[in-house]
Structures are given as structure tokens and as C-alpha cells.
């Protein structure tokens, strides 16, 4: 787990989902990156859980796609579940029809044991 600029983020002992919390913004979105290049392993699929993101500011989503583009180059498929009317999915929603963040690659649908909200 690790916790900074107002970021917390906590990985599954099996390593295949991660839980952020908090502010991912210009200060903490390169902390999520490294987390990303760093700590998570060969996974065939790596969830990642935005639901306790309270603020998703424009560089750290691009923190975050660059993170998650390193471990889907790795081979994975990656799941970002950010349930409907939450901030992460009104920021993603946004950025998605104005053609910012690539949606390639990521499927943004919710995990298995997880409900939308």
C-alpha cells in the first residue's frame, strides 16, 4: 500500500486488482504511474478500481492511462471499473467524447463481484 499527496493505493494480495482513493491530480497521478510499472506483476487481467477517487484531474488521468498502458503492454487486459455517476466515470465519460484518452485497449465495464452504482 501506499499513500501520498492525498493517494492511497492498495493492491489485492493476488495481485490482480488494485483500489485508488482519493486525488489523483499532477502530484500524485506520477506516483499511481510508477505503482503501476513497478508494482504490479505478470497478471493475465489487472482490474483497476477507481470508486474512492474523489478528484480526477486531466494529468493525472493521463498518469493513469500511461500506467496502464505499460501493463497492458505487458500483456494484460486491463479492467478500470469506476461505477457510473462517480467522479472517475464523469471524468473518463468526458474525456472519451472529446477523443483525449484512447479507449483502445481498456475495457471500462465493471469487474466480477463488483455492482454499479
Known amino acids: 500500500m501506499t499513500a501520498k499527496n492525498d493517494l492511497e493505493i492498495r493492491m489485492e494480495p493476488d495481485g490482480s486488482t488494485i483500489h485508488v482513493r482519493g ?14 510499472q513497478s508494482q504490479v506483476g505478470d497478471v493475465d487481467q489487472l482490474t483497476v478500481d477507481l470508486t474512492d477517487v474523489q478528484v480526477l484531474l486531466a494529468a493525472g488521468l493521463r498518469e493513469l492511462d500511461a500506467g496502464l498502458r505499460i501493463v ?33 485497449g481498456y475495457v471500462t465495464a465493471p469487474a466480477a463481484g463488483y455492482a454499479d452504482a
Open 72 to 104: 497492458r503492454d505487458r500483456g494484460a487486459l486491463v479492467v478500470v471499473h469506476a461505477p457510473e455517476g462517480s467522479m472517475a466515470h464523469r471524468v473518463m465519460d468526458v474525456a472519451r467524447r472529446v477523443g483525449t484518452q484512447p479507449a483502445q
Open 23 to 36: 486525488i489523483v491530480d499532477q502530484l500524485s497521478g506520477p506516483d499511481l504511474r510508477g505503482f503501476l
